[in-house]
């Protein structure tokens, strides 16, 4: 039952009034005299943050309305409550639309009234009061206001503390800067200095003299402004009227007519001294950095020429054996992919594939350590796990005495030159090797044909042999003219253009199984020849099952900013010698076309700035996994945008 609304509203006032309660003692209270007159069981205080309600102050026995409990603000009476002006009040909570039904199924009051706390404009929590029962009638208004008195009391008291917590910091910190410039004053080369609210100049330390010509008895009871260049004039005075809005200045650089002649560049460094809450003086160092001005000059110019270069570069510190990256313009960071933020600190052997192994380490530290100038054709991996094919020209930099203390790299991407120089590598071992020895086998059966019971035999050799010199002649000019093809990056939807190849693979192979499923709402950024390229994986799996009823599944997920494709067969697994000339990216022998069509895919897939691996399948699965990792594109990004260089054949 209510109690006198005016007696407890006067009581309330009181308590917060009470310099002798802090801030939680007031609350507590508050919370106990109000739940009384509301006559209700439960009142607490939250902080609302984050998507979450936290209890910070409590009354009553309830288990989850306990200081330190917490629940997510979609299942808490508070969320209709922060959304109000007033106050949110409910007879009956599991009747009430207000009430969410997870908050009653977790906290089952059956009444509940609340209103939101605000500190310095903004929402801090909710003071909230409830029982387990529902009330026969309606809160009234007047205990509406209440509860709204309680919150708006809590909120001037928390405003209040979080002022009273500044000031307190501000005199303390002047205290301590009070200390600090009596210690430092006049032994440091620097100028410190103080003004008054005018400006005038009311004290300066003897470096004055040294720095500006001017001592300090001639600077004290002047303003700055007199000293002033009429360039740095505009941003100095606006600086200083920074100052008097309780801003501190840093690092604002200005020109200070010295007395006999000529100006100086002055560092200016300030803030308001207060004294009871009231700026009483500005307190600064300005420090001569005349000639750090010109020096930064010079290093801006070199360092912009730098940066705009097309060419990586980087620099390392030549005392780390692990050669960390010190510096790296814009163009290494486009080239790998990193920001510069994830370049700097690591070694240059982050960046090597996993192809470039110990050993080619250890050969590139050896080199370097001899101080001489060197070049490196390194695989080298960018941030979406692409490869390409850097050539690395690394200088030694030496000190006055002689010392090597830094390398610069020059770094230049040559994947378009070293593809071409693998596609010309593979023809020619095709023509040397395959015709070769293809050759030998039809001319030594072609002996036999004289010879009545070798003869159909001899045929048979010669016709299989001439059939796979024909199928592999036909891979290398298919090979080369998606060589000699323009790339042609287009949006490609992955159900269309895998459902064309489940079409293509039924007809040829009508008791193998091809499924299919797509696990991504964005399209593919590639060339229309991606489709010869899949095609090509599942072909492959179906030819070298060892039943004519294969299992293929091609799924399509997300990874990151590329589309990962992934075709598991069920098969026997591909050979040792297979994987490894993925792996490896040459081949040892070329007897068979299933090496060809892997060359196929890798050519098409990383000509888009894709990826190819394929390794048998995972644990004790049967089969082959081929893994296509292709550039991804959304609605709304053009194809401009998404489209991504040429990346290496293999990793």
């Given at each position: 039952m209510a109690r006198d609304s005016t007696s407890i509203r006067e009581r309330i006032y009181a308590t917060f009034a009470d310099d002798e309660l802090d801030f939680e003692a007031s609350v507590q209270t508050a919370l106990e005299f109000t739940a009384d007159s509301l006559g209700v069981e439960y009142g607490f205080l939250t902080r609302i943050g984050d998507g979450e309600q936290r209890i910070l102050q409590a009354i009553g026995s309830h288990e989850l309305l306990?200081?330190?409990?917490?629940?997510?603000?979609?299942?808490?009476?508070c969320r209709r409550t922060i959304q109000l002006s007033g106050t949110l009040s409910v007879q009956d909570a599991a009747a009430s639309p207000a009430i969410p039904s997870e908050a009653f199924d977790t906290f089952e009051l059956g009444c509940y009234i609340g209103t939101k706390v605000v500190v310095d404009d903004e929402v801090y929590g909710t003071v909230c009061f409830g029982d387990s029962t529902t009330?026969?009638?309606?809160?009234?208004?007047?205990?509406?206001?209440?509860?709204?008195?309680?919150?708006?009391?809590?909120?001037?008291?928390?405003?209040?503390?979080?002022?009273?917590?500044?000031?307190?910091d501000q005199n303390r910190r002047l205290e301590t800067e009070r200390k600090t410039f009596e210690e430092i004053t006049e032994t440091t080369f620097d100028v410190i200095y103080r003004t008054d609210s005018h400006g005038v100049f009311t004290y300066a330390s003897s470096s004055a003299e040294r720095i500006t010509g001017y001592t300090r008895e001639e600077l004290v009871?002047?303003?700055?402004?007199?000293?002033?260049?009429?360039?740095?004039?505009?941003?100095?005075?606006?600086?200083?009227?920074?100052?008097?809005?309780?801003?501190?200045?840093?690092?604002?650089?200005?020109?200070?007519?010295?007395?006999?002649?000529?100006?100086?560049?002055?560092?200016?460094?300030?803030?308001?001294?207060?004294?009871?809450?009231?700026?009483?003086?500005?307190?600064?160092?300005?420090?001569?950095?005349?000639?750090?001005?010109?020096?930064?000059?010079?290093?801006?110019?070199?360092?912009r020429a730098l940066e705009d270069t097309a060419v990586g570069i980087t620099i390392a510190e030549a005392a780390d054996p692990a050669f960390v990256i010190t510096y790296a313009n814009e163009?290494?960071?486009?080239?790998?992919?990193?920001?510069?933020?994830?370049?700097?600190?690591?070694?240059?052997?982050?960046?090597?594939?996993?192809?470039?192994?110990?050993?080619?380490?250890?050969?590139?530290?050896?080199?370097?350590?001899?101080g001489d100038s060197s070049v490196f054709d390194l695989l080298v991996t960018r941030r979406d796990e692409t490869p390409l094919w850097c050539r690395?020209?690394?200088?030694?930099?030496?000190?006055?005495?002689?010392?090597?203390?830094?390398?610069?790299?020059?770094?230049?991407?040559?994947?378009?030159?070293?593809?071409?120089?693998?596609?010309?590598?593979?023809?020619?071992?095709?023509?040397?090797?395959?015709?070769?020895?293809?050759?030998?086998?039809?001319?030594?059966?072609?002996?036999?044909?004289?010879?009545?019971?070798?003869?159909?035999?001899?045929?048979?050799?010669?016709?299989?042999?001439s059939h796979d010199l024909v199928q592999l002649s036909e891979r290398a000019r298919e090979l080369k003219r998606y060589a000699h093809r323009e790339r042609d990056p287009c949006r490609l939807d992955?159900?269309?253009?895998?459902?064309?190849?489940?079409?293509?693979h039924a007809q040829s192979s009508p008791h193998a199984?091809?499924?299919?499923?797509?696990?991504?709402?964005?399209?593919?950024?590639?060339?229309?020849?991606?489709?010869?390229?899949?095609?090509?994986?599942?072909?492959?799996?179906?030819?070298?099952?060892?039943?004519?009823?294969?299992?293929?599944?091609?799924?399509v997920t997300d990874a990151g900013?590329?589309?990962?494709?992934?075709?598991?067969?069920?098969?026997?697994?591909?050979?040792?010698?297979?994987?490894?000339?993925?792996?490896?990216?040459?081949?040892?022998?070329?007897?068979?076309?299933s090496s060809m069509g892997l060359w196929l895919v890798n050519w098409i897939v990383t000509r888009y700035g894709g990826s190819f691996q394929i390794e048998p399948a995972d644990g004790d699965q049967l089969g082959t996994r081929a893994t296509v990792l292709v550039p991804a594109i959304d609605a709304e990004t053009s194809i401009e945008a998404a489209a991504k260089p040429s990346t290496a054949l293999f990793w």
């Open positions: 306990q200081p330190g409990e917490s629940c997510p603000l979609e299942q808490a009476y009330r026969n009638e309606s809160f009234s208004e007047s205990e509406g206001l209440l509860v709204e008195l309680v919150g708006q009391l809590i909120s001037q008291a928390l405003e209040r503390r979080a002022y009273q917590r500044t000031l307190a009871g002047t303003s700055f402004i007199n000293y002033t260049c009429e360039s740095s004039l505009p941003r100095t005075i606006a600086a200083f009227d920074q100052l008097l809005d309780g801003d501190p200045v840093e690092h604002l650089e200005i020109e200070f007519e010295r007395k006999i002649e000529g100006t100086v560049r002055l560092e200016i460094n300030a803030r308001p001294v207060y004294s009871e809450g009231e700026i009483q003086l500005i307190q600064g160092v300005a420090r001569d950095i005349t000639k750090r001005v010109e020096q930064e000059r010079e290093l801006r110019l070199q360092h163009a290494f960071e486009a080239l790998t992919g990193y920001s510069r933020d994830e370049i700097l600190g690591h070694p240059y052997r982050t960046f090597f594939a996993e192809s470039v192994g110990p050993v080619d380490i250890a050969d590139i530290s050896e080199v370097l350590a001899t690395t020209s690394i200088s030694p930099v030496s000190d006055e005495s002689g010392e090597v203390t830094h390398y610069v790299g020059f770094h230049e991407n040559v994947t378009e030159e070293k593809r071409t120089v693998r596609l010309v590598e593979l023809l020619n071992r095709v023509l040397r090797h395959n015709l070769r020895n293809s050759m030998n086998v039809i001319l030594g059966n072609a002996d036999l044909l004289d010879d009545p019971e070798m003869a159909s035999v001899a045929v048979s050799r010669i016709r299989e042999r992955p159900e269309t253009l895998l459902t064309r190849i489940v079409e293509e199984t091809v499924t299919i499923d797509v696990q991504s709402d964005r399209s593919i950024c590639a060339g229309s020849e991606l489709g010869r390229a899949l095609s090509e994986l599942v072909t492959n799996a179906i030819s070298h099952h060892p039943t004519d009823s294969a299992h293929v599944s091609i799924s900013d590329q589309i990962r494709i992934e075709v598991l067969d069920n098969g026997d697994g591909i050979s040792p010698s297979e994987t490894s000339f993925v792996r490896m990216g040459h081949e040892t022998e070329l007897d068979h076309g």
